[in-house]
């Protein structure tokens, strides 16, 4: 497997639970009709995704709300929330080994993929302001 679909199942958990859902990566694999398994390092990634956008929703989210501009944060679609807080996590936080370019593109990719006709400019637009104007850790 790849980052790339570790990112897309931790995005898909990410989703889930913001609906009350309680996945695993595994299902949410299958769900996706990808071949083979997550491999151990894929899982470590997408736990380790999961519980920083766990321990750091509040500033996420705060972030989220502040850069879309004219959206309040209840309106933003479910998909390209959870696509957000999966890709501002990185920035801040994986910064060591996940390039902020690398996480905008496979963010940008995701809404594409998963998002509405305009979700990849609205998520390249915040996540862009993001990474220009707040200081990556």
């Known amino acids: 497997m790849s980052r790339t679909t570790a990112r897309e199942v931790a995005m898909m958990l990410q989703f889930s639970s913001m609906l009350g859902g309680e996945d695993t990566p595994e299902r949410v694999l299958e769900k996706t009709e990808e071949i083979g398994k997550l491999d151990a ?8 995704i999961m519980e920083g956008v766990r321990l750091h929703a ?19 679609a479910r998909v390209d929330f959870s696509i957000l807080r999966v890709a501002i996590f990185e920035m801040l936080y994986r910064g060591e080994d996940v390039p902020t370019g ?25 996540l862009g302001s993001i990474a220009r104007e707040v200081p990556l850790e």
Do not use: H, M, P
């Open 41 to 48: 390092e894929d899982i470590t990634y997408i736990d380790q």
């Open 58 to 76: 509040e500033r996420i989210d705060e972030l989220i709300s502040r850069y879309s501009k004219d959206w309040a944060i209840e309106r933003i």
């Open 102 to 126: 690398a996480a905008i593109n496979e963010a940008v990719e995701l809404a594409k993929r998963y998002g509405g006709e305009r979700s990849y400019a609205f998520i390249n637009g915040i």
